[in-house]
């Protein structure tokens, strides 16, 4: 949980030392006031990355060379993320810990625009989707994921090289299997998860949703079935992949597939079948899901909601917003006053021009 | 001339000093700019001094021929020496990783250092690493060690040379490092170091 928040030359945002307390908060503010560059600078002390922008000098004010966002933590934590000779700089406690241990300080989980890209983007959206998940449970997996990606690019060097010494290309499909199992048993582990607090969810809010059923689509098929399987399947995969000069299985390949089930039990992909206000509610109700794995396993997260009243019905968002969880610390924004006229909050802000202040 | 502001020649010698030191492995420019203040205090003698450490190493110090280690004799001391054990030779990535492994006393017999570990992404294969040269050693070889990092290169290094050996018939163990993942030989203190010598698994 966040208890303090202070940012210097961060976007629009006015030097800004605030107290946070638990519970509800709601950001009100109009479109380009500077409420989703607060969230921004929560998001990113937490990851170290921004929502917005892959470019972290994005991020600097107008005018100005580097920022300064700080916050800390229930637990004494403080972290730190600045830029200094326009690299990127994270710190926590004053000291640069490894990226693992970072992420473990302030988990969160964050609604923003993009995020509907879940349901209706590419399959790369899904597994970045699984692979957030799988980190805030476990933040160690960060070393799987680096040590996959780099015995794939290993391989992928080898393969496109033309001549293939044989012995080299089996030692790196060795590599690329031993991660690529415990990669797919991390996906695998965190979609049951994801898909047992769904179906709780959905059921208690009762949004007039059909029954959502969330799979895990491993590349190779066999990848949960361990090491052995997975090499298995890469070697049989290996002529082709001589022939074609590039890897073709492994969990760069990986999806999820998100599919409604009818009456009469047949099942149809959600993105094509769902309205807009229907993904909007099930994806809320997905990362309302992830939160309540990661309560499940004692990790409570700051939960940041970017304009999420957006096309939604107010109905299905008052029902959402009821299971959000009492317990949690909660960052909303939102351009409607209206709509949380009758909803439970906390603590109120406003955001003008860059300015916040509570009220 | 404009083009000219950033050769070498036309900097003032503290940014030709920092630009030289911000080259070094694991050097950035703040601690380059750090060293080179420290370097501007010290008295000329200790200045001088490091200079001639430095040029000395280039003129007096080469690699052995026979295994890569660094040394001012050819070949080394440890080739050179009767008392080791020459039925083992532990491979190591660089010379610098030589003495944490002397220091657990835990392995008596011969090195071979590769100047590297195989890369596709960086283009170096078995013969950038010249393993040929390593092969050309094992005849009265019964034990190979190999001692490459635990990161992904490593780790495909000593799979890749453990097919080459096995099957000649010579015993291949790797390594078991009781250090965190990514860990580097260098920054391994000689206990653990000592334990995973005498714990070294079979490949
Ligand atoms: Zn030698």
Redesign the pocket.
């Known amino acids: 949980m966040l208890t303090h928040l202070s940012a210097t030359a961060f976007r629009n945002l006015e030097a800004l030392d605030v107290e946070v307390g638990p519970g509800r908060h709601l950001i009100l503010g109009t479109n380009g006031a500077g409420k989703t560059s607060l969230l921004e600078a929560i998001y990113l002390l937490a990851t170290t990355r921004s929502f917005r922008t892959p470019r972290i000098a994005d991020c600097v004010r107008h005018g100005e060379s580097s920022f300064r966002v700080l916050c800390e933590t229930a637990e004494r934590q403080k972290l730190e993320v600045f830029l200094d000779a326009g690299q990127r700089e994270r710190r926590v406690n004053g000291e640069r810990t490894s990226l693992a241990d970072h992420l473990a300080a302030l988990p969160v989980v964050c609604w923003t625009a993009s995020e509907g890209e879940v349901l209706t983007g590419a399959p790369t959206e899904r597994r970045r989707f699984m692979d957030r998940g799988v980190l805030g449970l476990r933040p160690v997996a960060l070393e799987v994921m680096s040590r996959y990606r780099h015995a794939l690019d290993g391989k992928k060097e080898l393969l496109k090289s033309g001549w293939v010494d044989p012995v080299q290309l089996s030692v790196w499909t060795d590599l690329q299997a031993r991660a690529a199992a415990e990669l797919s048993a991390l996906r695998a582990t965190y979609v049951e998860q994801l898909s047992a607090g769904l179906a709780e969810l959905l059921e208690a809010a009762d949004l007039g949703l059909p029954e959502v059923k969330l799979k895990y689509r491993p590349s190779p098929s066999e990848a949960i079935d361990g090491v052995e399987a997975v090499r298995g399947a890469l070697e049989q995969a290996q002529a082709k992949e001589i022939e074609l000069k590039q890897p073709l299985l492994g969990p760069q390949r990986d999806d999820l597939s998100i599919r409604w089930v009818g009456r009469e039990g047949e099942s149809r992909a959600v993105k094509r079948v769902a309205s807009a206000g229907e993904r909007k509610a099930l994806g809320l109700a997905l990362l309302l899901a992830h939160g309540q794995v990661l309560q499940g396993r004692n990790v409570e997260p700051v939960v940041l909601l970017d304009d999420v009243d957006a096309e939604l019905d107010p109905e299905r968002w008052s029902r959402l917003w009821t299971l959000v969880g009492r317990h949690l610390q909660i960052l909303v924004t939102s351009a409607r006053p209206a709509v949380w006229e009758h909803l439970e909050i906390d603590h109120r802000w406003q955001v003008e021009s860059g300015r916040v202040r509570r009220g | 001339m404009l083009s000219d502001v950033n050769t070498p020649s036309s900097l003032d010698p503290l940014s030709k000093l920092v630009r030289e030191l911000s080259r070094l492995p694991g050097i950035g420019q703040k601690t380059a700019a750090r060293l080179a203040h420290h370097l501007l205090r010290v008295t000329e003698d200790d200045a001088r001094t490091l200079a001639q450490a430095i040029v000395e190493v280039k003129e007096k110090l080469f690699h052995?021929e026979?295994?890569n280690?660094i040394?001012d004799r050819q070949?080394?001391s440890?080739?050179s020496d009767p008392e080791r054990d020459r039925t083992k030779i532990c491979v190591v990535e660089e010379p610098f990783n030589i003495p944490a492994i002397e220091r657990t006393r835990e392995h008596q017999g011969l090195?071979h250092v590769l100047l590297g570990t195989l890369s596709p992404q960086r283009g170096i294969g078995p013969r950038e690493l010249g393993v040929d040269r390593l092969m050309d050693r094992l005849t009265g070889v019964d034990e190979v060690i190999l001692a490459t990092n635990p990161d992904v290169e490593g780790e495909a290094t000593a799979l890749y040379l453990a097919r080459l050996i096995k099957p000649k018939g010579i015993r291949v163990s790797r390594l078991a490092f009781g250090m965190p993942v990514g860990g580097d030989i260098e920054f391994t203190d000689e206990v653990t170091l000592g334990r995973s010598l005498a714990g070294r698994r079979a490949l």
């Open positions: 052995c026979v295994c280690s040394t070949p080394c440890y080739c090195y």
